[in-house]
């Protein structure tokens, strides 16, 4: 069976519509429709149902989908270790990271990694969401978590430090500090123990569900929300509330693939990296924090 065939099996029956399979494989959706097609006369079989809603998968369909997987994972290896092979310090290089570690941490730098490598072909991928590096939807992540999957190799390049911080317009017209009216949190978040312990006549009058909304949201003098010191410190609106919070269990991690620890480009924005995040040591650890007064 052609692995080809199976990618557009696969993005069908996850994404449940042509269209959407469509953008994900790159191709236009009567290509998807078409393979579908080619791929259920080969095995003389049905492999979907087309339902009001979408495609959902035939019992054959079910039948075919964990061999399927296999395959996937099977030709990902494949690509894996080829790239593993090589030793050029030019050709595409993917990096993923959330888009305000990208703007806030990484972008100001990047002049400095592009003249040195200006034959790598460098993409960043801007996510709110955790890219798939087993899949090689991105070759390198620089990611915020307090413990990184199994399949993957990094270093733990500095702890995330998190203040409380608010507008200082917004903290200007208060009457007294330790009693703000608003505050931002998480879109599913529990009311926090900082909330509880520190301001608890405060209301949550917005939630979010990532933190570059959070963080337009104090400019806009909305109120009051715990987000890392990088963020809150790079933000000359903001002043940082000094109240004791526990230490955060996040890291700034630079993560790979096994299978791409020798490739030579990979390497080489590894330690470009690990090197600008150690460099800014200060903004992430909060040292550089303008208190409210």
């Not at 888009?99 to 990047?110: A, C, G, T, W």
């Amino acid at each position: 069976m052609n692995w080809d065939d199976l990618r557009y099996f696969l993005a069908l029956a996850r994404l449940n519509t042509v269209s959407a399979a469509g953008r994900d494989l790159g191709v236009k959706h009567t290509t998807v429709s078409r393979r579908i097609k080619a791929l259920e006369q080969q095995l003389k079989t049905r492999l979907f149902d087309q339902l009001h809603y979408g495609y959902a998968l035939t019992q054959a369909g079910e039948n075919l989908y964990p061999h399927a997987v296999i395959m996937e994972e099977q030709a990902h290896s494949l690509d894996r270790n080829i790239l593993g092979l090589d030793s050029q310090l030019e050709g595409r290089l993917k990096l993923t990271a959330a888009h305000d570690v990208f703007s806030r941490l990484v972008i100001p730098h990047l002049g400095l990694f592009k003249r040195a490598y200006p034959k790598i072909d460098l993409q960043l991928l801007g996510a709110t969401g955790l890219a798939d590096l087993s899949a090689r939807q991105a070759d390198i992540a620089l990611r915020l978590t307090a413990k990184p999957p199994d399949n993957l190799i990094g270093k733990r390049v500095l702890p995330l430090t998190l203040g409380i911080y608010a507008s200082k317009k917004y903290l200007d017209s208060l009457d007294d500090i330790n009693h703000p009216k608003d505050a931002v949190l998480w879109q599913d978040e529990q009311i926090p123990d900082w909330l509880n312990q520190h301001f608890s006549s405060c209301n949550v009058t917005v939630r979010a569900n990532d933190v570059t909304t959070i963080l337009a949201c104090l400019n806009n003098h909305m109120g009051i929300a715990r987000i890392p010191c990088y963020l809150g410190d790079s933000s000359p609106e903001l002043r940082r509330i000094d109240i004791p919070l526990s230490p955060s269990k996040w890291s700034v991690w630079v993560l790979s693939h096994v299978d791409l620890r020798a490739t030579a480009r990979v390497r080489a924005c590894r330690t470009f990296l690990i090197d600008i995040i150690k460099g800014q040591e200060n903004l992430i650890s909060g040292l550089q924090s303008q208190y409210y007064r």
